[in-house]
């Protein structure tokens, strides 16, 4: 079964960058896609980038609200995927998930990924 673990959250001010990790085991990432996926207090969980299988083309997906602040990227061999984000704001906080799934194109729907990390809390504040 994979597992996934996600680091590298923190509290940052706005305009500032940080890299989340997420760690697998279990299984080789190679054929796995994985989503992040970020929850704010009383809205509901976003799909925010995600990354294809490298059996595929590992495509990267990112949605409007991050596209050019946000880049994944996938190191197979250290079986992790990270999340660079930059130029943060206040509205990117919330707990960021990584999810993973054998499907070889990644999608940004939560529900359909099975493996899902415990999350890591991203606070942006001044």
């Known amino acids: 079964q994979l597992q996934l673990v996600e680091s590298g959250g923190g509290v940052v001010q706005p305009g500032g960058s940080l890299r989340l990790s997420c760690a697998a085991s279990?299984?080789?990432?190679?054929?796995?896609?994985i989503g992040w996926f970020r929850q704010a207090p009383g809205k509901q969980r976003e799909g925010i980038s995600c990354i294809s299988s490298s059996s595929s083309d590992s495509s990267a997906y990112y949605a409007d609200s991050v596209k050019g602040r946000f880049t994944i990227s996938r190191d197979n061999a250290k079986r992790t995927v990270y999340l660079q984000m930059n130029n943060l704001k206040p509205e990117d906080t919330g707990v960021y998930y990584c999810?993973?799934?054998?499907?070889?194109?990644?999608?940004?729907?939560?529900?359909?990924?099975?493996?899902w990390g415990q999350g890591t809390q991203v606070t942006v504040s001044s």
């Open positions: 279990g299984f080789s990432l190679d054929y796995y896609s």
């Open positions: 999810a993973g799934d054998t499907f070889a194109h990644c999608s940004g729907i939560g529900n359909k990924y099975d493996y």
